[in-house]
Each structure stands twice: as C-alpha cells, then as structure tokens.
C-alpha cells in the first residue's frame, strides 16, 4: 500500500514559537528583577535558537545567581507549559494519517527542548516519527536530517514526499535539495523572487494540510 511522507517543521509551523517566546520572556525578566531593557536582550538571544550556551551568556551578563543547568531546566519546562497546538492542527494531522500519509517532524533545535515541546503539545501523539538536529549533529538544510526524518517516519527519502515548513531555506530549500516537494507558510510574508519558489504556498499550516489531502485524492482517482 502506498504511504506517501510528509514531514513538517516545528517552530512557526506546527506551532507558534514566537508568540510563546514573547510571554516566556516577559515571564523571565519579572522572575529575576529585570527591566524592559534586559527582556529585548533575552528575546533576541533565544529568538533564532536556544540552546544551554545561550543561558550561560544571559546569566553571565545579568549575573544571575542560578546556575546555567537550572536555567536550562525552567526555561523547557516553561516552554512546555506555555507552547500549545491547536486542536484542528492535531486533527489534521490525524486525518493525513488515516488517508495513509506517513507523518513526520522535521526540526532543528536542541532535543530536550524540542521534544518538551512534541509531547506537552500532543503533537508527538499524532506523528510516525521526528527527528530534531541535536540528535545526530544534522541540521536542516542538510539532506541528513531528511533522511533521518524520514528513517523515523519508517520510510526512506529516496521515495519522495513533502517538506512543509515556514523557512524558506532551511525547509524549502533544504527540502528541494532532499529531492521532496515543498510547501511554504508564509506567515503573512512575501516570497523572494531570487530564491528557488516552493511548489505551493500557504497562510498557514491547516492550508498546507487541506492542500496535501487534496493531492492525495486526487492521487487516487487518477491511479483508479
């Protein structure tokens, strides 16, 4: 039977990394006395990607009494508490399932933290498998971390699919080069014309699942 992959990013994607972001900060700054100021600063440290390094570099600048690991710690469980996935993003995931998709996750990022994030938002409960870059040392847009995606997934990379995601080079382009098909969420911005277009573009995920859904029955009526 054919199971076609799909592998979707995690952050600005499945869910809204920086809108969590923004309050976790807020939340950070009150905790340890800090002002307007020192929440700029810790927002744009953990904005691009976060990792125990970079507490290291705010508790030395703010010197902050905690330890490093401690700050590690709180920082995923309040992520953890704080991120959420809508609940029609978790059926659609279900839905590609049950039409036979094969559903992964594709992420770079720290893996404690990105798993933290898999399991309190239920996500993990939806998916065949994910991979996160820490994992193995492969990032995207390394052709690696698809391949390895798609070994969780159960699948292998040299039989096509889909990347969704919202980084148009990490994920589109890192996903043409893996020889997938792409979906771009936009998010609300314009493409760039210089770089190689996605095959489709989206608002938002539930479009991105909508359309492969579609693709898929239209698959099936053509094959029958």
Request: charged share 25%; proline share 4%; hydrophobic share 40%.
């Amino acid at each position: 039977m054919r199971r076609p992959l799909v592998l979707f990013d995690l952050d600005n994607t499945l869910v809204d990394r920086r809108g969590t972001l923004d309050g976790w900060a807020a939340e950070f700054v009150s905790r340890h006395g800090l002002g307007d100021e020192a929440r700029t600063y810790v927002l744009g440290m953990v904005s691009e990607r976060t990792y125990p390094s970079t507490f290291d570099t705010i508790r030395t600048r703010f010197r902050l009494t905690a330890p490093t690991e401690e700050l590690w710690r709180l920082y995923c469980a309040d992520i953890a508490a704080m991120v959420s996935c809508p609940r029609e993003v978790l059926d659609g995931l279900d839905e590609l399932r049950a039409a036979s998709w094969r559903v992964g996750v594709a992420t770079n990022g720290a893996a404690d933290i990105q798993w933290a994030k898999l399991r309190a938002t239920g996500i993990a409960n939806h998916m065949d498998g994910a991979f996160v870059s820490e994992e193995a040392d492969a990032r995207k847009p390394d052709v690696r971390h698809f391949a390895l995606a798609a070994e969780r997934c159960g699948v292998a990379l040299e039989d096509g699919g889909w990347m969704v995601g919202d980084n148009p080079v990490n994920d589109v382009g890192g996903g043409h080069t893996a020889g997938l098909r792409t979906i771009w969420v936009d998010n609300g911005r314009p493409w760039d014309s210089r770089v190689p277009a996605p095959d489709h573009t989206v608002a938002d995920v539930i479009d991105a699942i909508d359309r492969l859904l579609h693709i898929e029955a239209d698959h099936v009526s053509t094959a029958s």
